[in-house]
């Protein structure tokens, strides 16, 4: 049984900004109290840990990955990284040398396929080693953004309302999983700032509503 839950990261029900998840592992800005922490476990079915990136809570917008590795902004300190390895183990650490540091805004991924930001463009490599999937430069629905415009697990994904039916037929086949439009917290668009999901669980703002939690239901646990 898939479960969903309602939460709020320090006030806000912009989750997707502070906490970043793949298939077995999620990480989470420090001081989160344990109540949260073991919603947060629960809901997800991962391992937990607690870190900074560039000595930032906004782990969602630094940080991208999937089950085989995540990539860091440039900017990202020494004991961050050291922290990040002693924590995940057997997963590929890639640092971008960039000077975007957005990384959750501008790639797009599961542990089948990446999209990434024309941005990134000359990156296209370094991410494909480090996450092991096929990689595609494009824009979703005329945004370079791609992170923002959608959010995607091994099982479905979710794209902003304003995503044509060619392109959403195109990232149904290129990610292989159920792709729908939606919305998050009463019609927000930019569905990966208020939800973090993996193939197991999703966590949503406070603010989303019955029929958008209908939607997330069927499009990424049917």
């Known amino acids: 049984m898939n479960s969903i839950e309602k939460i709020s990261i320090y006030g806000s029900s912009s989750i997707g900004v502070f906490i970043f998840t793949s298939e077995t592992f999620s990480l989470i800005p420090p001081d989160i109290d344990f ?9 997800l079915n991962t391992k937990v840990f607690s870190t900074t990136i560039m000595n930032s809570k906004l782990l969602g917008i630094f940080v991208i990955g999937n089950s085989k590795g995540i990539l860091v902004p440039k900017l990202v300190l020494e004991r961050e990284i ?5 924590y995940l183990d057997n997963i590929n650490i890639g640092i971008i040398d960039s000077k975007v540091t957005a990384l ?4 797009l991924t599961n542990d089948h396929a990446a999209i990434v930001s024309p941005y990134l463009s000359g990156l296209s490599k370094k991410i494909q080693e480090i996450l092991d999937v096929e990689v595609i430069i494009k824009d979703i629905g005329g945004s370079p953004l791609v992170g923002a415009m959608a959010l995607v697990t091994n099982r479905g ?10 392109e959403i037929d195109f990232l149904k086949d290129f990610f292989k999983v159920n792709m729908n439009v939606g919305t998050i917290n009463r019609g927000y668009p930019y569905i990966r700032v208020g939800m973090v999901a993996n193939s197991k669980g999703a966590l ?3 603010d989303t509503t019955g029929p958008e939690i209908m939607r997330i239901m069927a499009t990424l646990f049917h």
């Open 82 to 86: 050291s922290s990040l390895k002693k």
């Open 35 to 43: 109540r949260k922490i073991k919603i947060i476990e629960n809901t």
């Open 157 to 166: 994904g979710l794209v902003h309302p304003m995503i044509p039916d060619d």
């Open 104 to 107: 959750g805004n501008l790639i």
């Open 204 to 206: 949503i703002g406070m």
